[in-house]
């Protein structure tokens, strides 16, 4: 079974930073990969689907790169609600779904 | 506008069963796949299948199959997960999200559920 790592598994960062979080395959992928952002106490939002496109209205200064087995997001200018959790999640036609195990971002 | 609503929080003894719901929207039952995502206490994130509303055909995870049954309520536009045989490693929060037709993220989700097992 194909195995998602992302890095780093936390960090802190303050507002304004330049952040970039990555996550690997265990073998390539392609495209298939999206990326989520958790809150705590509530539900993931959409991000970036098929690593690079940008879900509708969430903000621009988020952005995904990568493909086969490196990926990653970056947020181009850390904003305070920004907190939280990232998952990055592989897809297939079996169908299968796939979750890193997270990276928990905190602002300094 | 898309939104998906699910029912509400449980306590359950080990060994029963537990069924969540998950009212859909118009256009998402009709136009989309569902799938069931859970969350254990301060952990990750884990795709426990999927189904297609309109046929009531449902994908299972290998680890919960034997286990889980995805079914749907056309008239109602209403989604159900049972877990049965339940174990405390079942605690978590239990959350329906919407795939569109047109990608394979999930862009929609349902505000959770909290199953909660214990003796």
């Known amino acids: 079974d194909i195995q998602m790592t992302q890095s780093p598994s936390s960090l802190s960062a303050s507002v304004g930073d330049r952040v970039t979080i990555t996550c690997q395959a265990t073998?390539?992928?392609?495209?298939?990969l999206n990326w989520y952002h958790q809150k705590p106490g509530t539900a993931p939002k959409l991000l970036i689907y098929d690593a690079s496109n940008l879900e509708t209205g969430v903000p621009s200064r988020f952005s995904g790169g990568g493909s086969g087995t490196d990926f990653t997001l970056t947020i181009s200018s850390l904003q305070p609600e920004d907190f939280g959790t990232y998952f990055c999640?592989?897809?297939?036609?079996?169908?299968?779904?796939?979750f890193g195990q997270g990276t928990k971002l905190e602002i300094k | 506008q898309a939104h998906l609503v699910q029912s509400g929080a449980e306590f359950k003894r080990p060994g029963s069963s537990v069924r969540v719901s998950c009212k859909a929207s118009?256009?998402?039952?009709?136009?989309?796949?569902i799938s069931w995502v859970r969350q254990a206490p301060g952990q990750g994130l884990e795709w426990m299948g999927r189904i297609i509303p309109v046929l009531n055909r449902p994908n299972y995870a290998q680890k919960f199959q034997g286990r889980v049954t995805f079914t749907a309520d056309e008239p109602a536009r209403t989604l159900y997960m049972e877990l049965t045989s339940l174990r405390s490693e079942d605690t978590a929060v239990y959350f329906c999200?919407?795939?569109?037709?047109?990608?394979?993220?999930?862009?929609?989700w349902g505000q959770g559920t909290t199953i909660i097992v214990s003796s």
């Open positions: 073998y390539d992928i392609t495209n298939s």
């Open positions: 999200a919407r795939i569109p037709n047109y990608h394979f993220g999930m862009d929609v």
């Open positions: 999640q592989h897809y297939d036609n079996i169908p299968r779904y796939t």
């Open positions: 118009r256009d998402t039952f009709s136009s989309s796949t």
